[in-house]
């Protein structure tokens, strides 16, 4: 058998296993890469509100009195979405997981979203986030709703089968010789051709323009499932021996405010245990996650603990780590990169389809 054959076989075998999730993983994918410009049209209602020319947003500690006592007493806060763009709502979230639960109802013990109207207070929507569509395209996507443990483990080793699929796909799609008619078949597709050398092509010619966005994509999600974008921080608690009931949250907002001025929205997380700080990211972008700068305030007396950096002074490896998000979804080039993350998901999705169907033509020839 010759090595070209052998990296056939290789492509087929892990094409048959992994094609399922891949083919779910692009479809999820696609949709997920626009989810912030289709909750702005679906959402309209939450999301937005009418601010009168001179409105004051109220204190952040009165509205989180408002958020717990809307989600309930068997909630607890984890994290807010404060928008500084006028005319949007505060988003405030109660989520607990169970990582070691299998299914999707079960690894979610719950999950709820309030948004308040930051200038009046008015409860605005509420919403349980274990039902919404977005939530559960991102579960299947990242763990296929089966929970950490198996979905996780199921999705990262399919997304490895994957990457070395692209590899050997570029090697069978590699002409023998560069010359104009070989290329041609290589390059283009032979849309009023019979069925099967149309699906070849498809599979063959897409995958090859899709290469490159591909790799990038898979690359991406392998540093989350693998952990590599875990930055390795100083770890810094909060003083205990000053402990009180209540979160100076408006001296902390304060703070992040002053500091990071041109902000479009800041993600507040509470602290789970009581050393653990208040940590607020500063984002500069509507689109763009990397452009952010991370603050962790202490829970108790509001004192800023470590001194933040902007994306342009980190590291190159850094800044790598930063962009993950941005180049997985194709948002650090804007607009056009996430249709081409979109196309990417679509060309991925009907790899195994059309891959499949290449097999079992030729099974049912033989």
């Known amino acids: 058998m010759t090595i070209k054959k052998i990296i056939g076989q290789i492509h ?16 999820t994918g696609s949709i997920y890469a626009f989810q912030d410009e289709l909750k702005t049209l679906i959402y309209k209602d939450r999301l937005y509100v009418d601010a009168p020319a001179g409105a004051v947003r109220l204190p952040l500690s009165q509205l989180i009195t408002v958020a717990e006592k ?35 109802w079960n690894y979610y013990q719950y999950y709820d979203k309030v ?17 919404e569509f977005f939530t559960v ?41 560069w010359k104009r008619k070989q290329l ?24 090859f323009y899709s290469f490159l966005a591909l790799m990038i994509i898979a690359g991406t999600g392998l540093m989350w499932s693998f952990e590599l974008t875990t930055d390795k921080k100083a770890k810094v608690l909060s003083d205990t021996t000053q402990m009180t009931d209540v979160i100076p949250a408006d001296l902390i907002l ?45 829970r108790y007396s509001g004192k800023l603990l470590q001194q933040p950096q902007s994306f342009a002074q980190l590291s190159a490896g850094a800044k790598i780590i930063a962009m993950n998000y941005d180049l997985h979804t194709g948002s650090a080039l804007g607009l056009t990169g996430k249709l081409l993350a979109f196309l990417a998901g679509i060309i991925a999705a009907g790899l195994p389809v059309t891959g499949f169907l290449i097999w079992w033509k ?5």
């Open 362 to 366: 030729r099974e049912k020839s033989k």
């Open 12 to 27: 087929l075998w892990l094409g048959l296993i992994s094609g399922l999730v891949v083919f779910i993983l692009g479809l």
């Open 184 to 207: 041609k078949k290589r390059f283009s597709v032979k849309w009023n051709a019979k069925f099967k050398r149309l699906n070849y092509d498809l599979h063959n010619v897409f995958g």
């Open 254 to 298: 304060k703070q992040a405010l002053k500091a990071s001025p041109e902000t479009v929205y800041f993600l507040y997380n509470f602290p789970s245990v009581k050393s653990g700080t208040v940590n607020v990211s500063a984002y500069q972008s509507k689109m763009q996650l990397y452009d952010r700068v991370q603050y962790r305030f202490d």
């Open 70 to 104: 809307a989600l309930g007493t068997d909630r607890k806060l984890s994290r807010a979405e404060l928008s500084q763009l006028p005319g949007r709502t505060y988003m405030f979230r109660a989520l607990k997981l169970d990582r070691e639960a299998f299914g999707y």
């Open 115 to 131: 948004y308040l109207n930051p200038y009046t207070g008015q409860v605005v929507f509420k919403e349980n986030a274990k039902k």
């Open 137 to 177: 395209v991102l579960a299947l996507h990242m763990n296929l709703l089966m929970g950490d443990n198996v979905g996780h483990f199921v999705v990262k080793w399919s997304v490895v089968c994957f990457v070395v699929l692209l590899l050997t796909g570029l090697v069978l799609w590699w002409p023998k010789k």
